[in-house]
């Protein structure tokens, strides 16, 4: 192969982010011809609508005037792995101390580091179905193959340990679980978390738990398999935890996440991040600091105005007949558009041909996996007004014949 490894070339392109391009050609040509176009309504993408706070991006700015900004260690500076392991005791209730903590480029490259330490060439992973577009490509680029696991609606999105053990074979070597959950926004319960944790434990898999939205939790509680452990357990185990500071924070374009895990383990991970990008950039990791040390305020609300647009859509959906779930955290929903499929129309024409009737753009349910087919996921992190000319625009054009 001349362009490189064949499986990685073949993967579809990202569908999310050519439908935002699209969706801005679009207004442009409308610009360009005088045509009026109803206002575009954005809810494809999970990008906050706020602007990262004011002392975060001082201390950045801090940072670059008064600081060497030198190489720095691959796991990152200690003051900031110190900051975070008492964030992760405060949050997500269990406690570790800076050497089980390595900071890495977002969430993604937390994963993508962390994956690339365990898993080989031809490794099974159970990944949820429906789950982030990204864990296809990061699994790719391990050579690893992604055995999917459903999320059925008619079990509330949760994953089903009885479906999982029946998926097991002699390559199985990781499991990944996501909640608060991208793109259902479903929480997992404890004593759900506990059986996924024994699951793991039983079959000698790594458990890599993803909790980029740790912090965005309506109803139930946010719980991390890690705090079901003793520190010994921790220690010894295979448990991965990934955070990242982009959702809870609104730092999406500062790249900046975290790996929590056994110490052991984290020596090859740090190995990759090492081999990977050297470090973090200290004026990103100075931002971090300032995000964990100032006022918490913001995080609450962000949280409370994702609370308010996940009851604003509730109640559209509601009032027009299309409800079905209600998300318990992070700031996405779907919304099933069966009605409108059929043998010739699918999901991807479905958002090509919404965009170009109603101006609103959303993320067609198949990039998320195969148990999505038939949905469309909107993200709550957009405007109130976006969100409520979204949902009628959707609404219609599903019940349009
Ligand atoms: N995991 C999930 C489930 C996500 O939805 C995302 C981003 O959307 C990430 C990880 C990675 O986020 P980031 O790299 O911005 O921290």
Known sequence: ???????????????????????????????????????????????????????????????????????????????????????????????????????????????????????????EVLIPDPHWPQYIVQLAACGAIGVPYSLDPENEWLPDVTQ???????????????????????????????????????????????????QIIFERKHVSPASMLSREEFESGRCICIYSFSKTYAMTGWRLGYIVAGTQLMKTIIHVLDGSYANVSTIIQRAGAAALTGSQECVTEMCGAYHRRRDLAIDVLKSLGRYAYTPQGAFYLLINVSDKMSQSYNVGQFVLDLLKKHNVVVAPGNVFGSMTGKYVRISLAASEEEIERGLRGICEFASSG
């Open 1 to 123: 192969m001349r362009f490189g490894k064949q499986y990685l070339y073949d993967l579809p392109p990202n569908d999310i982010i050519k439908l935002g391009a699209l969706a801005q050609q679009l207004q442009q040509e409308a610009q360009t011809s005088g045509e009026q176009l109803p206002p575009l309504a954005r809810l494809q993408i999970g990008e906050p609508i706020f602007s990262t706070p004011e002392h975060i991006r001082l201390a950045a700015i801090e940072a670059i005037e008064h600081e060497p900004i030198t190489y720095g260690p691959p796991d990152g500076w200690h003051w900031l792995r110190e900051l975070l392991a008492e964030k992760v005791e405060r949050v997500d209730g269990y406690s570790v101390t800076p050497e089980h903590i390595a900071v890495a480029v977002g969430g993604t490259g937390a994963i993508q580091a962390s994956l690339t330490a365990t898993v080989s060439v031809g490794d």
């Open 164 to 214: 999982l053990e029946k998926l097991v074979t002699s390559r199985t070597r990781l499991l990944i679980v996501n909640s608060p959950n991208n793109p259902t926004g479903v929480v997992i319960s404890p004593q759900l978390m506990h059986d996924l944790l024994n699951f793991a434990n039983r079959y000698g898999l790594y458990l890599l738990s993803d909790e980029c939205y740790d």
